[in-house]
C-alpha cells in the first residue's frame, strides 16, 4: 500500500505560477496528476514513467505545465505556469503500483490516489 500526500496549492492570480508536489510512501511506478473542478467529472492533467524519461501531457496544460520527479524523495512535482481561471480546481496525485497495464491517462491505470489539493485562479 502506497500512501500519496499532495501540497503546494493555493490561490494565486491569473497569469501566475503554482508548484505542485506529490510524496509517496513508497516506491512507485507512473505517476500522474488528475483534477476535478467544481460539477465536472475528474480529468487527466499530466503522467511521467517510473524513470521520469517520459511524460505525458493534456492538451490544455501543455506549454505551460512540467511535470517532474525525483526518485531520491519518492517526490512528484507540477510546475504550473501561466495560469487560468479555468485551471481551478482540486488537483490529485496518483501512482500505479507496477501491476497493471493500460493508459496512463485513464483513471483505472492508477491504483493509490492523494487527498487533492485546492488550486484557485482568480481573473
Known amino acids: 500500500q502506497v500512501q500519496l500526500v499532495e501540497s503546494g496549492g493555493g490561490l494565486v492570480q491569473a497569469g501566475g505560477s503554482l508548484r505542485l508536489s506529490c510524496t509517496a510512501s513508497g516506491r512507485s511506478y507512473t505517476m500522474g496528476w488528475f483534477r476535478q473542478a467544481r460539477g465536472k467529472e475528474r480529468e487527466f492533467v499530466a503522467a511521467?514513467?517510473?524513470?521520469?524519461?517520459?511524460?505525458y501531457s493534456a492538451d490544455s496544460v501543455k506549454g505551460r505545465f512540467t511535470i517532474s520527479r525525483d526518485n531520491t524523495k519518492n517526490t512528484m512535482y507540477l510546475q504550473m505556469n501561466s495560469l487560468k481561471a479555468e485551471d481551478t480546481a482540486v488537483y490529485y496525485c496518483a501512482a500505479n503500483d507496477g501491476l497493471k497495464s493500460g493508459a496512463p491517462q485513464r483513471l483505472d491505470y492508477y491504483d493509490y490516489w492523494g487527498q487533492g489539493t485546492q488550486v484557485t485562479v482568480s481573473s
Open positions: 511521467i514513467s517510473a524513470s521520469g524519461g517520459r511524460t
